[in-house]
């Protein structure tokens, strides 16, 4: 089956510095689907068996991805997309 995005991040969150944030993705599908992140930066994060940690960026396994002391660096267009 195809992948398909059955929780997404709101289309706008707003953040006091030094607060962290949580991006909601998550999808399904068979195999299971990979859950990519495309940040401002235009750089990519993808989902592994582990949650992992880069730079103040925390992704889970499942999609969601945590922004953890959030700065004005952090703010812009995050993008994410599913495929399997």
């Known amino acids: 089956?195809?992948?398909r995005?059955?929780?997404e991040p709101a289309p706008v969150i707003y953040a006091r510095p030094g607060n962290s944030v949580k991006l909601n993705c998550m999808a399904i599908g068979i195999p299971?689907?990979?859950?990519?992140w495309e940040l401002p930066d235009k750089s990519h994060l993808t989902t592994g068996a582990q949650s992992r940690l880069y730079g103040n960026k925390?992704?889970?396994?499942?999609?969601?991805?945590?922004?953890?002391?959030?700065?004005?660096r952090d703010a812009g267009f995050y993008k994410c997309t599913a495929k399997n």
């Open 58 to 72: 925390f992704l889970h396994p499942q999609g969601s991805l945590v922004i953890q002391q959030s700065t004005q």
């Open 5 to 7: 995005i059955t929780s």
């Open 1 to 3: 089956y195809p992948p």
């Open 32 to 36: 299971k689907a990979e859950i990519t």
